[in-house]
């Protein structure tokens, strides 16, 4: 069964150091998202993608990320100057055509600022 | 904003019971999940559920979209269904924009 991955499973970088959290979504589908979970808290909303252009996001998706599909299968998260609050787990998800329709998340990036 | 509240907050069960857990939500949206996040932090998908029933072998979802809640049954519970269960809404008026609740916690004891 086709399923999403995300590389790599868990991340520790310095407070202010740039980090990219990659996945792969299925490869039929078209929209994509990032998710993130403090430990001990919900799911929180980051932003979804479709087209090459950010279809939706949330106030957490400030100025410090972006999201990129650089090529046919990856999509990619950076943060640009990691603070200690942005560690989190961070879970991409993908659906075919929207949030209208079932999503499909992957394992997680675990992420750890020190 | 739209609210979306899950109950209980935490629940114990004895291997064998059933439960049932609810998920309300404030406002009309457009599809519905749920999703149950293993010990090892895996979302793993339950069921797409907008209206209706489904069921799927001990799991089974009824949502009303009209009266704006959802009900996750767990029947004959194994000490595998532990975990946190979310339910997660798209908001009719905003597109692809996907709120999380707070989660049920299940912890099933043998």
């Known amino acids: 069964e086709p399923e999403v991955t995300q590389t790599p499973s868990h991340q520790v970088t310095q407070m202010g150091q740039e980090v990219i959290l990659r996945c792969v979504p299925i490869?039929?589908?078209?929209?994509f998202y990032w998710y993130r979970q403090i430990l001990g808290q919900k799911v929180e909303f980051l932003v979804s993608?479709?087209?090459?252009?950010?279809?939706?996001k949330s106030e957490i998706f400030d100025d410090q990320f972006s999201v990129e599909r650089p090529d046919g299968s990856n999509f990619t998260l950076k943060i640009r100057s990691t603070k200690l609050e942005d560690s989190a787990m961070y879970f991409c998800?993908?659906?075919?055509?929207?949030?209208?329709?079932?999503?499909?998340f992957g394992p997680g990036t675990r992420l750890t600022v020190t | 904003g739209i609210q979306v509240e899950q109950s209980p907050p935490d629940l114990i069960l004895q291997e064998g019971a059933n439960s049932t857990l609810r998920c309300n939500f404030s406002?009309?949206?457009?599809?519905l999940q749920w999703f149950h996040q293993n010990p090892w932090g895996q979302l793993i998908n339950l069921f797409y559920i907008p209206s209706g029933t489904k069921q799927n072998g001990r799991l089974s979802a009824t949502t009303v979209a009209t009266e704006r809640y959802s009900l996750l049954y767990i029947s004959s519970s194994q000490t595998t269904d532990s975990g946190v269960y979310f339910c997660a809404v798209e908001l009719e008026t905003s597109y692809d924009k996907v709120i999380f609740g707070p989660g049920t916690s299940l912890s099933v004891i043998p």
């Open positions: 998800a993908s659906s075919i055509t929207g949030a209208r329709y079932e999503q499909y």
């Open positions: 490869s039929n589908h078209l929209y």
């Open positions: 406002d009309s949206v457009n599809n």
């Open positions: 993608f479709y087209n090459n252009e950010i279809s939706e």
